[in-house]
């Protein structure tokens, strides 16, 4: 049993590459300890032949992981959250006090009513306890641990989740208001429900990481998907407080490819998060029909106009018209944290 007060968080909006994250940080602290890893598509043998393999059946994906011996923490949050130290540091007349989310998930650290036993993936124990609000004062004074989002195109979010929303097997997620997301459509979608939760977790990071750019860290979900190998490196460099090489780092990636997550869903018998009805896939193919809707242009500046009303910085995304022009950029979250840290 550890006390997590200075617990790292990678937080992610939901749809943006939450279990990319969790799988890729956990093999890589599997394969950095000399453990092995199994390709189910090509058969190769990854690391240490005669290392332990990785138990797929009891990893349970949950938000806590012990990454002891490959980060300098104990354990490390990967998963949806308000940016620590956010909430207490806001006044009581702003919007944000004032709105909710319009489903559960968004802000997994603050939403649970007990942390005394979160149970830990990666580790010889089951649990271990998270002390909350110890992690809040420390982080509203700059003095907690490294924190990241890693952040998605708004709409390319909202419509992912508008997808993900209508399959999922809780009526909590398939319904908005008392009536079927199934029967909305996309615009009614983006803009009653998904822009409000998207701006109410994004601008708790746009605000600490301009109070704090050491601690707090943006990262563009397209540069996630663009060049895996050097976001990730980003990533772990800022969780590990300095730049080193990690060997294992790119074998990782591999073995996160979306082929393969479904072959090992494959070999579950289940989608990766439980959250599909039936056996399907949690991954959606990307030849979706209706993602057409985002490059309209009509609905990019009415989201555009609602997110600035509520102080998000919108310069900060790779709109879906504009993308080819701003992905092929090197992860720019420092530079933009340093302008909106000069403002």
């Known amino acids: 049993m550890f006390a997590n007060f200075k617990l790292p968080v990678l ?48 990893f349970r994906g949950g938000q806590l992981f012990r990454v002891a011996g490959t980060l300098p923490t104990e354990h490390m949050f990967i998963g949806h959250t308000v940016c620590p130290g956010f909430q207490d540091s806001i006044p009581t007349r702003h919007w944000w006090r004032h709105t909710a989310f319009h489903v559960p998930g968004y802000d997994c650290l603050h939403e649970e009513k007990s942390y005394r036993h979160t149970p830990v993936d990666l580790a010889s124990y089951d649990y ?67 822009l409000i939760s998207y701006a109410r977790q994004f601008i708790s990071y746009q605000l600490q990481a301009a109070r704090y750019p050491d601690l707090v860290k943006l990262i563009p979900y397209e540069n996630l998907i663009d060049r895996p190998v050097e976001t990730a490196t980003h990533l772990l460099d800022h969780f590990s407080g300095t730049r080193r090489e990690w060997p294992m780092l790119r074998a990782a990636v591999r073995l ?28 959606r193919p990307s030849d979706d029909a209706e993602r057409d809707l985002l490059t309209d242009a009509s609905l990019r500046d009415e989201a555009i106009a609602r997110l600035s009303d509520m102080g998000v910085d919108c310069s900060l995304f790779a709109w879906p018209p504009h993308r080819a022009a701003t992905t092929g950029l090197s992860v720019p979250c420092d530079v933009r944290q340093g302008k909106q840290a000069s403002r």
């Open 128 to 194: 271990a306890p998270v002390k909350v609000p110890a992690m809040e004062r420390a982080a509203r004074k700059g003095r907690g641990a490294p924190i990241a989002l890693v952040y998605r195109n708004p709409i390319d979010q909202a419509f992912s989740y508008f997808r993900y929303c209508q399959a999922h097997i809780n009526p909590t997620y398939r319904l908005f208001r008392g009536r079927a997301i199934a029967e909305m459509s996309f615009r009614e979608y983006l803009f009653d429900a998904a």
């Open 256 to 283: 996160v490819r979306k082929e393969h997550m479904r072959a090992i869903e494959g070999k579950l018998g289940s989608s990766l998060d439980g959250t599909r009805n039936g056996e399907s896939s949690h991954m």
């Open 11 to 58: 937080s992610t909006v939901p749809r943006s590459g939450t279990w990319f994250l969790r799988y890729l940080f956990s093999f890589v602290c599997h394969l950095e300890q000399g453990g092995r890893l199994d390709d189910l598509l090509t058969g190769e043998i990854i690391g240490n032949p005669q290392g332990a393999a990785f138990d797929f059946k009891r």
